[in-house]
């Protein structure tokens, strides 16, 4: 868990598009924080719904000083991407270049998935992470799979085989 204390960049929030919590649209708030010494973090501040609407999205950021706490995540290259990363306020992908054209560099290649704090909004993001079950799972399922072909390769032989001596 990362906890920063800094101030809010309001005017260089941009908006990631098509993000879907409970079967509703919107974008998810990616928003710079200025921390006490001076570094800039890319905060991911949670999802607002816009619905089908491709005007501008605008959030509501607190001023002054604040508090938030998450989890640290590197910002890796995305799939395929058709056209322009941004439309206006919004990003097709997650990436810092918008920020590094806006701002001096942010300080870390990555972003804050912020969970608790001020001006946090709905969450939308959870980690993939796969059970240690469904390892075992996947272990049981090939060694399954491993046996039926031995049984199969032992069977066809012994019947090309049998129909050899006949």
């Known amino acids: 868990m990362v906890r920063l204390r800094g101030e809010?960049?309001?005017?260089?929030?941009?908006?990631l598009d098509n993000r879907v919590?409970?079967?509703?649209?919107?974008?998810?708030?990616?928003?710079?924080?200025?921390?006490?010494?001076?570094?800039?973090?890319?905060i991911q501040r949670g999802f607002i719904?816009?619905?089908?609407?491709?005007?501008?999205?605008?959030?509501?950021?607190?001023?002054?000083?604040?508090?938030?706490?998450g989890e640290w995540q590197t910002t890796r290259r995305g799939g395929p991407l058709y056209g322009d990363n941004q439309e206006?306020?919004?990003?097709?992908?997650?990436?810092?270049?918008?920020?590094?054209?806006?701002?001096?560099?942010i300080s870390y290649q990555g972003?804050?998935?912020a969970t608790e704090g001020e001006g946090i909004f709905i969450p939308w993001w959870q980690a993939n992470v796969m059970p240690p079950s469904r390892h075992i799972g996947y272990a049981f399922q090939w060694w399954g799979l491993t046996l039926a072909a031995l049984v199969v390769?032992?069977?066809?032989g012994y019947r090309l085989r049998k129909d050899r001596i006949q």
Request: proline share 9%; aromatic share 8%; charged share 15%.
């Open 8 to 15: 809010y960049l309001p005017q260089h929030t941009l908006y």
């Open 111 to 113: 972003w804050l998935h």
């Open 49 to 69: 719904e816009t619905g089908p609407s491709r005007s501008a999205p605008a959030a509501q950021t607190p001023s002054g000083s604040v508090e938030v706490f």
């Open 21 to 42: 919590v409970e079967g509703r649209l919107g974008v998810a708030v990616l928003t710079p924080l200025r921390d006490e010494q001076g570094q800039l973090w890319l």
């Open 153 to 156: 390769m032992i069977l066809g």
């Open 88 to 105: 206006g306020l919004r990003l097709q992908q997650m990436s810092l270049i918008p920020w590094q054209e806006m701002l001096a560099p």
